[in-house]
């Protein structure tokens, strides 16, 4: 049965506008549609009453892209598990619902216009070092060269499954950035090629996330809940204990 | 090395050490305690060795206060820094969904501790000071030749007031432990095969150490 929806969205004309939440109704949705389907029927209705559309990032609408963000119902990607965005379906939802949409919330993620926030802090946390220094004159080695145990590029390969969504920042209380760095200071660290550079590439992205100013990880584990990826904890942990190695060394 | 407690992960680091050593600290405060339950006498020489065996005073006991103090400091020096975070709140925000109680609210179960350890100092550590450095009695007698230490928790736990107080503030102490124990782990970067066992000692920790104490309280109210 197609839904009558009542939406709560924040509207922000720019980066230096106040913002406020603005009610809209939406009618006949399918359940089928996924959610961002459903707000490109709101942004119809608003365009044909000659009104500002929404603004909300959006790319692949696969899941795989990391471009879309939401906070919808007081969660990250909404209240279903281990999907994004544009994967969440109307059928989460039933008719006669109100459905609150914010932006991603964290001083590190300014917003830019309504829904859409500049999470570029990631971008220059991953220059900082989420990445290997290869030589490509000519003479590369093939990385399946190199052995690895099987535990361990399964739990690299797990670790750089994470698409950099933010969903971890918005859902932590304390804006912390800690599950997208150990993920990707994970990815590297357990791999022959990524421990080359290890001890510069940890204190070098740790610096970085704590010049944007996210916050502190006080573990509560919100991040890994709502991560669209399902990446671990774990990843966390062995930052910290990658971290104090090489604070130790260095 | 240098600047490692600038750093996010080293305070977090730190948090978690001081933690540890609180949690290890309140294990042995425990054990005699409920030496008290089953033999005042034997509660009597341990307090009397612990109150004035010079290595616990003079090494020990500062330590302690430095640990306790460094880590509500921390404590609130992150609240502060994680607020500054996100300056504009979620107009709805879920948090039930996704995380305990306990682990979002750690400054509150944090100052409610806090308030208990200025009462606890104000009904044993000031008066256990006063006597010993102030009064210059380190004899830990009483007028009849007895010990006093026995004699002085039986008294302050007379009070109902007192011993209800005692109790809200050990409940709290069950709520910052259920998630301090393992957050603790998890921060020095133990997250491995034997998390799992952890969490379950974790959890038996921080339940069986506070009840104890509200026992030890009761126990003193009813048996004076």
Known sequence: MNMNLTLKIWRQKNASDKGKMVDYKVTDISPDMSFLEMLDVLNEQLINKDEEPVAFDHDCREGICGMCSLYINGEAHGPDRAVTTCQLHMRMFKDGDTITIEPFRATAFPVVKDLIVDRSSFDRIQHAGGFISVNTSGNTIDANTIPINKHDADTAFEAATCIGCGACVASCKNSSAMLFVGAKVSQFALLPQGKVEATDRVLNMVKQMDEEGFGNCTNTGACEVECPKGISLENIARMNSEYLKASLKG | ?224
């Open chain 2, 1 to 224: 090395m240098s600047g490692i407690l600038n750093s996010s992960i080293g305070r977090k680091f730190a948090m978690a050490l001081s933690a540890l050593f609180l949690m290890i600290f309140l294990l042995q405060h425990f054990a005699i305690n409920l030496l008290s339950v089953f033999s005042p006498d034997a509660f009597n020489d341990v307090s009397h060795f612990m109150g004035t065996f010079w290595a616990i005073q003079y090494l020990l006991q500062p330590v302690l206060i430095f640990g306790v103090i460094f880590h509500f400091v921390m404590g609130f020096v992150l609240e502060i820094k994680n607020r500054k975070a996100r300056t504009i709140s979620y107009a709805k925000n879920n948090g039930a969904a996704n995380s305990s109680w306990m682990s979002r609210n750690m400054i509150y179960s944090g100052l409610a501790i806090l308030a208990f350890i200025c009462l606890h100092f104000y009904d044993f550590w000031l008066p256990e000071i006063n006597t010993k450095y102030i009064q210059g009695d380190m004899s830990g007698l009483l007028a009849n030749g007895e010990f006093r230490y026995f004699e002085e928790l039986q008294h302050k736990f007379v009070d109902i007031w007192r011993v209800a107080l005692y109790c809200i503030a050990f409940i709290f102490l069950a709520l910052h432990l259920l998630h301090g124990f393992n957050s603790a782990f998890q921060s020095v970067g133990a997250n491995n095969k034997y998390t799992k066992g952890l969490k379950g000692f974790g959890k038996a920790y921080a339940i069986i150490i506070p009840l104890g104490f509200v026992f030890i309280a009761l126990f003193h109210h009813f048996n004076h």
